[in-house]
């Protein structure tokens, strides 16, 4: 079954149950009133009677009257005064043996009520069943004197019955009627509540990765619906980003593969032609792919490892001294910056900030903003520096290279980027050196920035939750 009609379905039967309840509550409250009104107009009939038969004080006790008062209530011409259409009156003597009763009962008699005694002087209208059919009947015993007698008023319930009867008849009725149109308004707002959600089941089916810029763009709902709508249009945003930069990086990727390959290629045919006849030719090609699969060999193990630190996967953490891994890192690379006659110092000394991390991931994070460092620093030098504060430790490599355009900044992180846009060979790298430094970072819930320097040069930053709590 649907969603539509679960919904439906649910919401029809919680709203019947509760009418037919409502129904049944209100059908009981009527009977009740209609059974308290008789019960009352058979007390009123009944006290009537006791003022005018009996003498002050009213009680039922024998005393030393005449007893004249009761005589009232044995002469049928008398009980015509209460008698009325639906008010039946009944005198007996205490044993049941019938004394009078009202025109309107014709042969029709009430059963007798032997219980009744002067400990026991009433009782409170109850239902018997006559000739007539079913009675409310109020019963009291009057004593005056020696003198007493049985007083029975009833009312015929037939009316009441039938007022019973066409009341539950109506109810029934409007609840049929309500249940259809409760259930015509569960379906319609099921409707309601449910086609926006199949819209939206549409939009995701003809959504591909050639249709990522379609939107809802549902501004006008303000509930659930249109905040799932609103997350959908952000999720498709996303993933047309992720898209773009996935096709981008393929198209990179594609351009710095071809290259090497090429380069070997050519240089593998110069050295099947001539290579046996020329030393030179075979000494050039030999050095020529070397370097060039070493090149190739260097973007693959980049690639690698920016998939392993976008992933996070089976990346095992240890408490990790940042200062001993930038000071590793200033030593593997110093030759390297000797080279080129460029200072490299590490002023690590001072803080020695605890986090939590892969130390090899972190280590090649130090190395390669060393390496970018220095690779476009032409004179000068660079400086590493570890910092901390109460809550993050953080590495800065400061060069005095030729700097980066502010507008480009921004960039620097992503794969495959060069500010050098002719991507002239003569600048060694990839151009994921510091994409895998923000990929690392981010998998170590850090994050990079890069800043130009006033005086020239570039500052890169990597900051790290610690897990000491302490600077020093």
């Known amino acids: 079954m649907s969603l539509r009609w679960r919904i439906a379905m649910w919401y029809a039967l919680l709203l019947a149950a509760a009418m037919v309840a409502l129904g049944f509550t209100i059908t009981l409250r009527f009977q009740a009133i209609l059974y308290s009104q008789a019960a009352a107009r058979l007390d009123r009939t009944m006290a009537e009677i006791v003022r005018t038969t009996l003498p002050p004080p009213n009680t039922f006790v024998i005393e030393n009257t005449s007893g004249a008062s009761l005589e009232i209530l044995t002469n049928g011409d008398n009980l015509g005064r209460w008698a009325s259409r639906d008010t039946y009156i009944q005198v007996d003597t205490p044993k049941g043996y019938p004394l009078n009763k009202s ?25 018997v069943q006559t000739a007539k059919g079913p009675f409310l009947i109020e019963e009291q015993l009057l004593a005056s004197g020696r003198q007493a007698v049985v007083v029975q008023v009833g009312e015929p319930l037939e009316r009441l019955y039938r007022a019973f ?91 710095e593969l071809k290259t090497p390959l090429t380069s070997i290629n050519a240089n593998a045919q110069m050295l099947a032609r001539w290579g046996d006849a020329d030393e030179r030719v075979r000494r050039e090609s030999l050095l020529a792919i ?72 972190i280590r090649q994070l130090v190395t390669n903003l060393i390496d970018n460092a220095i690779k476009f620093t032409q004179r000068g030098g660079v400086t590493v520096r570890v910092s901390a504060t109460p809550a993050e430790g953080t590495i800065e490599v400061r060069d005095t290279g030729t700097g980066i355009d502010p507008e480009e900044l921004p960039l620097v992180f992503d794969r495959f980027y060069r500010t050098d846009k002719s991507r002239n060979r003569a600048v060694p790298g990839t151009g994921l050196g510091l994409a895998i430094v923000r990929s690392i970072a981010q998998v170590h819930g850090g994050r990079v920035e890069a800043e130009a320097v006033p005086s020239g040069g570039t500052l890169l930053r990597a900051t790290f939750p610690r897990i000491d709590g302490t600077a020093g």
């Open 103 to 127: 025109d309107n009962m014709g042969s029709m008699s009430f059963p007798p009520s032997p219980g009744l005694s002067p400990k026991r002087s009433a009782i409170a209208p109850h239902v």
């Open 290 to 361: 070397a370097s060039e699969s070493a090149a190739l060999a260097n973007m693959v193990s980049g690639m690698l490892t920016l998939a392993k630190a976008d992933s996070g996967d089976g990346i095992a953490k240890e408490p990790i001294s940042l200062a001993s891994v930038a000071a590793d890192a200033v030593r593997r690379t110093s030759q390297r910056a000797a080279e080129k006659h460029i200072s490299l110092d590490c002023k690590c000394a001072g803080e020695t900030p605890m986090i939590s991390g892969d130390p090899n991931l």
């Open 165 to 255: 009867s066409q009341t539950q008849r109506a109810i029934a009725l409007i609840l049929a009627v309500a249940v259809v149109a409760v259930a015509a308004l569960s379906i319609a707002l099921a409707s309601q509540a449910t086609n926006p959600i199949d819209e939206l089941a549409r939009a995701m089916r003809e959504i591909g990765s050639d249709r990522l810029d379609r939107r809802l763009k549902w501004k006008n709902r303000q509930d659930e619906i249109g905040r799932l709508a609103e997350t959908f249009d952000d999720l498709l945003g996303r993933l047309e980003e992720a898209f773009a930069r996935e096709r981008q990086f393929i198209a990179d990727a594609s351009h």
